[in-house]
């Protein structure tokens, strides 16, 4: 698996090594927006049939790149691989979002849970990362990814998608003790399962902290940051003879990017509602920030989507360490073309920032 890089920028901004320009990719880059995707998810009958396939899940890793130039792949996977490896019983409904069969609620469905092992109940995801590194042939560098342990319980205890989060509050506040053996043997799968895709050829990790920004900054410290410290401080830091990058997202999460900082982790997403220049002076140069494009600039004319591009390049300013991507994922209705148009002005427009 040591095929030689043709593409290292992305890993390069990540570690705030120089860089001739500003890397691109995008947060749920292979997805419903491309047809080429609904063309593979009808053939796979079925999101997890597409999920749990690697041939498919390989097909769509590689379709935005065929594309667009853009300057890294991510592991066309979903957060929810791994309470669907505990057999807590996943199902995706149209329309409804995720479901699980059998949520959390109790001491005793705690004590039920355990760590899967990625050899056998992720198999599938583990198979895939080393297909897709494989197919690309080192055009560009692949990304793993996990859900955060915060995140990811959130649908373990709802038991789905929720708007006020009240089971899961109602246990972080009521019964802390079992939120925290929730959360533990959560941390402790992620931890497995991202080792497990870095081994089978991973290069970078990205911990996406979707529900982090619903906490209050305490609740956010013990609950959340906490449990991706230890993400960060257990995964393998090396493969290769690279480092391998670590990514925390937080949605939500602007006014916590100095903590966030301090994990020890080499990147942090930035959503649309910080300012790039404020991200950067919060954590002085000590991460590399990736964004932080507002998802919605895409369904605006590309002359309109260069002009914003050029805002976000601006606010982060000239040096290196800046990854250009949205501010979450691209949305399902945006036109292909319009994507295209944000990759052409990053690749126009970033390199003023690099001289």
Known sequence: MTTTLQNDVFLRALLRQPTERTPVWMMRQAG???????????????????????????EVTLQPLDRYPLDAAILFSDILTIPHAMNLGLEFEAGEGPKIERPVRTSADIDRLFVPDPAKELKYVIDAVSLIRRELKGRVPLIGFAGSPWTVSTYIVEGGSTKNFARIKSMLYGAPSDMHRV???????????????????AQAAMVFDT??????????REFSLHYMQRI?????????????????FTKGGGAWLDQMAGTGADALGVDWTTDL?????MT??????????????????????????????????????????????????VDPEHAGAMVAAVHELSPQYHR
């Open 211 to 220: 529900w982090g920004g619903v906490l209050t900054p305490q609740a956010y």
């Open 32 to 58: 419903r927006y491309l047809p080429e995707y609904r063309a593979t998810r009808g053939r796979a009958g079925s999101f997890m049939g597409l999920c749990t396939n690697p041939d498919y899940a390989c």
């Open 277 to 281: 220049a404020d991200a950067r002076a």
């Open 284 to 333: 002085g140069d000590r991460v590399a920030l990736q964004g932080n494009l507002d998802p919605s600039v895409l369904y605006a004319p590309p002359a309109a989507i260069r002009t914003e591009v050029g805002r976000v390049l601006a606010s982060y300013g000239k040096g290196h360490g800046h990854v250009f991507n949205l501010g979450h994922g691209i949305h399902p209705d």
């Open 232 to 248: 960060v401080d257990g995964l393998v830091k090396e493969r290769e003879g690279r480092r391998v990058p670590v990514i925390l």
């Open 183 to 201: 959360l533990d043997v959560v941390t402790r799968s992620t931890i497995s399962y991202l080792n497990a895709q870095i081994e089978a050829g």
